[in-house]
């Protein structure tokens, strides 16, 4: 029994007494070095949770045959969710002489009621691009980037008829509750004022201000 024991005894320890163990054991002993990492404050975007926003914009609407103008509309909009929204808009512009009243000097084609220019419909949005514009290293605004589609009703020269619209919108968040916004779209209805039939296409550009609630 004598004779089994001793060798392991004498094997645990030339391995204990061996570079491996003792470095091991080293480790064991020696403190344990914590990192030193600073944590960032992650400050999360606060934008109103409110669904509803109201925006007046004021910019220019280039009426075919008719020049430019100025536009003022008023929108309301409810949104859906993150992606999707809804929007009812009135736009107001007053159209000027055509081509051929300035250089012909013939009497006007339309009276001054007639050339008031009016548009009231709905359309839905969708943000294809939300995002943020960095001032600095330090300092972030949200944005988001939307295309629409809709249709309404465009009261000129004395009529009323059907048009589609289209565009884009861009939307800088300058707080939780106040953005500004540009907008560009296109009125498209079809017109008989000059003795013709055809289909017109009024480019508007608009910037103003939206109120969450």
Do not use: C
């Not at 081509?99 to 008031?116: F, N």
């Not at 988001?144 to 589609?164: K, P, Q, R, Y």
């Amino acid at each position: 029994m004598v004779n089994w024991i001793t060798p392991g005894v004498l094997a645990s320890v030339l391995l204990w007494q061996s570079p491996v163990a003792v470095a091991l054991q080293a480790n064991q002993n020696s403190p344990r070095i914590e990192p030193q990492i600073t944590q960032s404050d992650v400050v999360p975007a606060r934008l109103d949770t409110e669904n509803f926003a109201v925006a007046l914009r004021g910019g220019a609407l280039a009426i075919e045959d008719f020049g430019n103008s100025g536009l003022a509309a008023v929108q309301l909009s409810y949104h859906i969710n993150e992606d999707f929204y809804v929007s009812a808009e009135y736009a107001l512009a007053k159209a000027g002489l055509t081509s051929y009243e300035r250089l012909s000097g013939a009497a006007p084609l339309l009276t001054d009621d007639e050339r008031q220019w009016q548009f009231y419909g709905a359309e839905l949005g969708y943000v294809l691009l939300p995002g943020e514009v960095y001032l600095g290293s330090d300092y972030a605004i949200n944005t988001g980037w939307s295309l629409f589609a809709g249709a309404g009703n465009v009261d000129f020269a004395g009529d009323t008829v059907f048009a589609v619209k289209f565009g884009s919108q861009f939307r800088l968040y300058l707080t939780d509750w106040l953005a500004l916004d540009l907008v560009v779209n296109d009125y498209v209805f079809e017109t008989t004022i000059l003795a013709e039939s055809k289909t017109t296409h009024n480019l508007s550009m608009a910037l103003g201000l939206a109120v969450y609630f």
